[in-house]
């Protein structure tokens, strides 16, 4: 079992910075890859629906959502298996409860509880 737990969610004014962080434990195995995922509160569709954002894999590589190029910036901490996502210049837009989601190894899938990103003016 993986479990993941996400932090660094909060209300930002737009143009400003958030950094979310997601700590992995638990039987963790390479290859794997981390992601965020995002979904608006309140929506009642189920997580395969969540709104991909960014996706690292253990050995580095990333891959964005074009909304958010330039703007997002995923990362890995292979040692402590936490991966970050620094946000930049939010947009009222990005408002969202964000997930982190964990593929292992063996392609099990992986979701974090979420925490909630507001943008407004």
């Known amino acids: 079992q993986v479990q993941l737990v996400e932090s660094g969610g909060g209300l930002v004014h737009p143009g400003g910075s958030l950094k979310l962080s997601c700590a992995a434990s638990g039987s963790i195995f390479s290859p794997y890859g981390m992601a965020w995922y995002r979904q608006l509160a309140g929506d009642e569709r189920d997580f395969v629906e969540r709104?991909?954002?960014?996706?690292?894999?253990?050995?580095?590589?990333?891959n964005y959502v074009d909304s958010v190029k330039g703007r997002f910036t995923i990362s890995i901490d292979k040692a402590r298996n936490t991966a970050s996502l620094q946000m930049n210049n939010l947009k009222p837009e990005d408002s969202a409860v964000y997930y982190c989601?964990?593929?292992?190894?063996?392609?099990?899938?992986?979701w974090g509880r979420g925490t909630q990103v507001t943008v407004y003016s």
């Open positions: 709104d991909f954002v960014a996706h690292i894999t253990d050995s580095g590589d990333t």
């Open positions: 989601n964990l593929q292992n190894h063996d392609e099990e899938n992986y």
